[in-house]
């Protein structure tokens, strides 16, 4: 899939892409894993070693549970129960936790302070994370159909959490 995601946006750049490793590039996603395991790792030395280690993996193992109630064909799913679109809503909230933990495990205030930064922003909707809402158009978002108080709560429950 990299190989394809890689051509797609080659060609939307009007780029050729990854074409020199193997026949047409094909080769080209196994060079950059080759590549990608012997770096050598850097650890900064006043990191949380232990957090510094978890947050990659706690992200790629969130990100995998995932496909544990994707339904592949008839009985070919890892499990089947009837509350798997919560399973998933749960899953994607956990995600954001290793980006948390790889900011903080850093112990670097740069990280750490964009991290808290970025997230502030998104927390109160603000530019460029008010994709829910869009004040400037005709319909409000997820609140368009609330009117007079409630729509006023909205409001303020946002500019409070400003």
Known sequence: MTIIERKQLA?????????????????????????????????????????????????????????????????LALSDFSLGILYTFALSSLGVYGVLLAGWSANSKYALFIFYFIAILAETSRTPFDLQEAESELVAGFFTEHSSVPFVFFFLGEYSSI
């Open 11 to 75: 060609a939307h750049q009007r780029r050729v892409g990854p074409n020199t490793v193997g026949y047409y590039g094909v080769l080209q996603p196994f060079a950059d894993a080759l590549k990608l395991i012997l770096k050598e790792t850097v650890i900064p030395s006043q990191s949380n070693k232990v957090l510094f280690y978890l947050a990659p993996v706690s992200t790629l193992v969130f990100s995998l549970l995932g496909w544990g109630i994707i339904p592949f064909g008839q009985g």
